[in-house]
């Protein structure tokens, strides 16, 4: 059995048990004493080390295994909740994080076995065992008995198999070359819950160390689970029995391996003079003594245990974040809405193969408005199949604001809602980095140290809140702290010893400009380089990030009183509402989410300002952008003719970009341009008409 098929699973669902954790551990420390959380966290646990196991990652199996015998404690009464406690298990899903980062980038967990943390884990457990050292004895002995019980009842029932002619040929062949052959009896747990889960792990942790030649029961029942709790095997091997049963015992939930080298003649099916007069009969037998039991045909081969190469394949680094969960209703919708496309395709294919008379046209128009009211709807459904809750993201900043709050050395607490606000889950995949930067700098440069809080009036715990809501086609996150705010001078100071800009420029500079300082790679107001900050890289990440999926990144700040980060993003980036506009001759599509106004200008309307044109719009003066300036070619229009000027707007700031003619607004499906295009920043895709014409992409945000 190949498990390589189900990586990719095994890694969304073991992102999603991390999380579980995460959650309730946080709660759990909280609330000691709730139940319901101690009962989760015992569910996931047992998940994550069933999956962990299954898929043959025995580190990652191991960790999780005493991280449940814990809570199996803890959830008993034995075990009380301490601070020390959630620390160590906070560590562990740390490692298993680890782990599941070095399973997605190489399919293998790696070779840290994270002893400390297993042996922290361990003292837990001791010190409880210590207070209940009789019982815990008594039940040892119990335990010991049955064993012994055990290992008496199956010592010999590999004698009883029944072999058949083959096999006792390959037994003898291997036997006459040195070869050792064992008899293994596996008994398992009776509290196993999947047992051919467990026996499939003995048998790929048998065969690592040779090769199974018989089964009972059959590899395919045990398979099916057709068995009661042990199973029994003949193996072929190099290795010493004792490293044959270590393998075997080493699968969790496995009571007892038992194991002797094969004596055919304590076997009832094996009868030597029968033997002697096949080899009699069969002298080319002789040739076949001195092949080993690898050598052998498959034919010759009875029963094989399991179907797994005899090489280890390392399989590929595996896809992950390729999945979205869908409603089962949003799927009936699509079926729904394709059925009717394919109805309004037959009735277009019969329209086609009609005699046409002058009414025909109606008939045609008809269909196409049928057509086009069909795929709008197929669209829209679409794009609600692709949009996620942004909630898989944000639910990972809580432990992330808990630990910071234990290495700033401040009381903090953070604030979210919105989690349910559904973005494209191409965006979702994309914020979580921009968000955490943003939780970070407001954690360590935005709230005050609890004596500066106390001076000011302030509660001692600072408040950081995660706000997202839909504001039209755009989703809108905020993340707000009640803290210091930005000192603007220290910025502008900081700007001019750095020499990013000089005093004089910082003199005419506003306010809102010093600020945008701050997204400048390698700026950073911090004193000194820490684990949390101070080398520069988060705002500039946050900026590139965000510009990158058509968004914008705005700050409002007080001193003294706190900050307001907005972050503006698409719903989605896949089809958008665009105005098609012709610039020297050629098509171009700016998004009508940046556009506010379309205006006609007069060519005297234009002034100049520090030699940048303008023009004074309803009071408002706005920067004009020729267009075919910016793109390099020539404008269709006279100088005498009034201007065409697309307002656009990026949070405060507005331009008005010249166009030569209007086309239309239009509904577009976004190409990308791949790496041809990466120094071209205004240029954010292409799109194909209807005529098969490409018409680019206009950034408006990189033009302003």
Not at 658 to 673: A, F, H, P, R
Request: net charge negative.
């Amino acid at each position: 059995m190949d498990v390589s098929q189900y990586l990719e699973i095994f890694l969304d669902e073991t992102k999603e048990h991390l999380q579980t954790l995460n959650t309730q551990i946080l709660e759990l420390e909280s609330d000691p004493e709730n139940m319901d959380v101690i009962n989760e966290i015992f569910r996931a646990a047992h998940s994550l080390k069933g999956m962990a196991g299954t898929m043959g990652y025995k580190r990652m199996q191991t960790l999780t295994h005493d991280m449940e015998n814990v809570f199996s404690e803890v959830r008993n009464g034995n075990i009380k909740v301490t601070p020390d406690m959630i620390d160590v298990l906070f560590h562990c899903l740390d490692a298993l994080e680890e782990y599941n980062n070095n399973i997605q980038e190489t399919a293998d967990e790696g070779a840290n076995d994270n002893e400390p943390l297993i042996k922290q884990l361990n003292d837990i457990l001791n010190q409880n065992r210590k207070t209940q050292e009789a019982p815990t004895d008594n039940a040892a002995g119990e335990q010991k008995e049955q064993e012994t019980k055990e290992t008496e009842t199956s010592a010999d029932k590999w004698d009883h198999i029944p072999l058949d002619e083959s096999q006792i040929h390959v037994i003898l062949a291997a036997q006459k070359q040195g070869k050792k052959v064992y008899g293994l009896n596996v008994v398992v747990q009776d509290s196993c819950i999947l047992k051919a889960a467990r026996a499939f792990l003995v048998f790929k942790a048998v065969e690592e160390k040779g090769e199974i030649i018989v089964s009972e029961p059959s590899a395919q029942d045990v398979e099916d689970e057709k068995f009661d709790k042990d199973f029994t095997l003949i193996v072929l091997s190099d290795a010493t029995l004792d490293e044959v049963i270590q393998a075997a015992g080493s699968v969790s939930e496995i009571a007892n391996v038992t194991g002797a080298p094969i004596v055919l003649e304590n076997n009832s099916s094996y009868h030597p003079l029968e033997e002697t007069a096949a080899e009699q009969e069969k002298p080319e037998t002789e040739a076949a003594g001195t092949e080993t039991a690898q050598s052998l045909p498959e034919e010759r081969r009875a029963k094989p245990a399991a179907k797994a190469p005899e090489k280890k394949q390392t399989p590929g680094k595996p896809v992950v974040n390729r999945t979205v969960r869908v409603d089962i209703e949003k799927l009936d919708v699509l079926m729904n809405l394709v059925s009717e496309l394919i109805i309004a395709k037959n009735s277009l294919v019969s329209f086609a193969n009609q005699e046409h008379d002058q009414t025909s046209g109606q008939g045609f128009n008809e269909q196409i408005e049928y057509i086009e009211s069909v795929t709008t709807n197929l669209h829209e459904s679409v794009m609600k199949v692709r949009m996620v809750p942004i909630e898989s993201v944000v639910n990972k900043f809580p432990r992330m604001i808990r630990d910071l709050s234990k290495t700033l050395g401040k009381k903090m607490e953070l604030y979210m809602t919105g989690e349910e606000t559904e973005l494209d889950r191409t965006v979702v995949d994309e914020i979580g980095d921009p968000l955490m930067h943003l939780l970070r700098n407001a954690a360590d440069h935005g709230l005050e140290s609890a004596e500066v809080r106390a001076q000011r009036g302030k509660p001692e715990t600072g408040s950081i809140c995660l706000d997202a809501y839909q504001d039209g086609n755009n989703v809108i996150i905020e993340v707000k702290d009640d803290g210091n705010g930005i000192d603007v001078e220290a910025v502008k100071n900081k700007a001019i010893e750095k020499n990013v800009i000089t005093p004089e420029q910082a003199a005419n500079m506003t306010e809102k400009e010093i600020i945008n300082l701050l997204f400048l790679p390698s700026f950073s107001t911090a004193k000194k380089v820490t684990d949390v900050s101070g080398r520069g890289v988060g705002l500039d990440v946050v900026r590139s990030k965000i510009e990158s999926l058509s968004g914008e990144v705005e700050v409002k700040t007080k001193l003294g009183v706190g900050s307001t980060w907005t972050i503006r993003l698409p719903l989605t980036l896949a089809i958008i509402q665009a105005l098609m506009v012709v610039v020297g001759g050629e098509k171009y599509a700016i998004s009508l989410g940046s556009i506010q106004t379309l205006e006609d200008i007069e060519p005297n309307e234009v002034k100049l300002v520090q030699n940048k044109e303008v023009i004074n719009l309803r009071g408002t003066v706005i920067p004009l952008i020729r267009l075919s300036e910016v793109l390099d070619i020539e404008s269709s229009r006279s100088a005498d003719e009034n201007l065409i000027v697309v307002i656009v707007k990026k949070g405060d700031k507005m331009a008005g970009l010249v166009i030569d003619e209007l086309i239309g607004q239009q509904e577009i499906v976004i190409k990308s341009l791949g790496k041809y295009m990466k120094q071209c920043k205004f240029i954010s895709g292409a799109t194909i008409l209807g005529d098969g014409e490409v018409a680019l992409i206009l950034d408006a945000n990189a033009l302003i």
